[in-house]
């Protein structure tokens, strides 16, 4: 079993939070992985996007084909547009539906939201920083984010990933550990 995964945002948006977790159940779970490198954290406003690749096969390259990304996974919904050419006929668009404006020819968020719609391709969309918020703590956005990508990750279990959340913040206490697995379990709620 293989999965091929996007993840893509804004500079500190938390994309590499989201990487690393993924990193962290995948060695638990003693699933291949590779990443490639991230472009763009140097710059905090600027694109961030990074290539996961996860088998339980060898995998031979970091970069993901053009056609082969089984999830994007989208912190913002005009980056999960940007790496479209990426994404597999049968994959997902995980995207919050709160665009980050940051430059000034963004496009209109209606004409954005209508060309994620006519896509043929599955996309989950919600308000991952109001759903922090409710959960407590609004710098999680990008964990209910990865929340609610979870079930599309298949290789690795929900509850894999949910470990790897508690064991990424650990460091930071048991406020912030808590706080982090219920932005994760409010992503995973199902919003179909």
Known sequence: MKKDIILCGVGGQGILSIATIIGEAATKANINLKQAEVHGMSQRGGDVQSNLRLSTDTIYSDLIPQGGADVIISMEPMEALRYLPYLAKDGVIVTSNKPFVNIPNYPEEQA?????????????????????????????????????????????????????????????????????????????????
């Open 112 to 192: 954005l939201f209508e060309e994620l719609n006519a896509l043929p391709n599955k996309v989950v969309m919600l308000d991952i920083e109001a759903v922090a918020k409710d959960a407590g703590s609004a710098r999680s956005a990008n964990v209910v984010l990865l929340g609610m990508a979870a079930k599309y990750i298949e290789i690795l279990s929900s509850e894999a990933l949910r470990e790897a959340v508690a064991t990424i913040f650990a460091r930071k206490g048991e406020a912030v550990v808590e706080a982090n697995l219920k932005a994760f379990d409010m992503g995973g709620k199902p919003t179909d």
